[in-house]
């Protein structure tokens, strides 16, 4: 499934690619937003594979939002807009198509086209990636036994090595993990029960089904009224923990 994001300012708009949208098989429209500031966050929550992107929009325009959410996850970008002014700027930063309102059923299925094929080749870069992070991963394994100490995440386009003394806390992202240290955060794909079971435990604690924190970063625990706890750490970060993964983090 293309995992799709609507931004635009004007509700019709997004309604009318919408209703386009649903009759593609192989489309899942994961959410919208009417801002710049709006799309940014949900393209790093949601990450999704394809954004739907008008340019002009209140508070930052649509290539401020590429600029500024490329740099943890750049999904494929279809430019929707009334202007045709920007069409050379849109393929500069790597539209992979430009359509012009009111959009068409059949410009839309080009573009989708376009986005199908964009996919399939970034796919096999991918996976050509992740096998020399794996590779990388598996390595350090051998080289000493017992938990991973060191990992190979995306930062962009490239892969850095990071050790586990310097993550604060990790969390589930789609088909990925993510790391939150160094004053940042860093991508890797795999699942947070696999990356659970390579992790100390008595570095590392799971504190909710999508959560896992270093257990040096905790300042205090306080618990709500709702029966959960927040987890605070030393950076003043705070965390949700649930009731079932107490026990757990204080043993």
Do not use: C
């Not at 429209?29 to 949900?42: N, P, R, T």
């Not at 209140?58 to 939002?65: A, K, L, M, R, S």
């Not at 573009?111 to 050509?128: C, K």
């Amino acid at each position: 499934m293309i995992r799709t994001l609507l931004v635009d300012d004007e509700p019709p708009a997004r309604e009318g690619l919408r209703t386009r949208l649903e009759l593609e098989r192989d489309v899942e429209i994961v959410g919208e937003a009417e801002d710049g500031l709006a799309a940014v966050v949900a393209i790093e929550r949601l990450l999704p594979d394809l954004v739907l992107l008008d340019i002009q929009m209140p508070g930052i325009d649509g290539f401020e939002v590429v600029a500024r959410a490329g740099r943890a996850h750049l999904p494929s970008i279809v430019f929707v807009t009334a202007f045709d002014r920007y069409a050379l700027k849109a393929f500069e930063v790597h539209a992979v198509d430009y359509l012009l309102k009111p959009v068409n059923a059949a410009q839309l299925a080009r573009a989708l086209d376009r986005v199908r094929e964009h996919l399939a080749q970034a796919e096999l870069a991918e996976r050509g990636r992740a096998a020399m992070a794996a590779l990388l991963n598996e390595r350090e394994r051998a080289e000493k036994e017992g938990p991973a100490e060191r990992w190979a995440v995306k930062q962009g386009e490239r892969y850095v090595l990071l050790r586990a003394d310097e993550v604060d806390w990790i969390e589930a992202a789609a088909n990925y993990v993510r790391f939150h240290a160094r004053g940042t955060s860093y991508l890797m794909r795999g699942t947070l029960s696999g990356l659970e079971r390579q992790l100390d435990p008595a570095r590392f604690a799971r504190i909710h089904r999508s959560t896992i924190v270093n257990v040096d970063r905790i300042k205090e625990i306080e618990p709500e009224w709702h029966g959960d706890f927040d987890v605070v750490l030393r950076s003043g970060k705070v965390l949700r923990m649930s009731r079932s993964h107490r026990d757990a983090l204080l043993r």
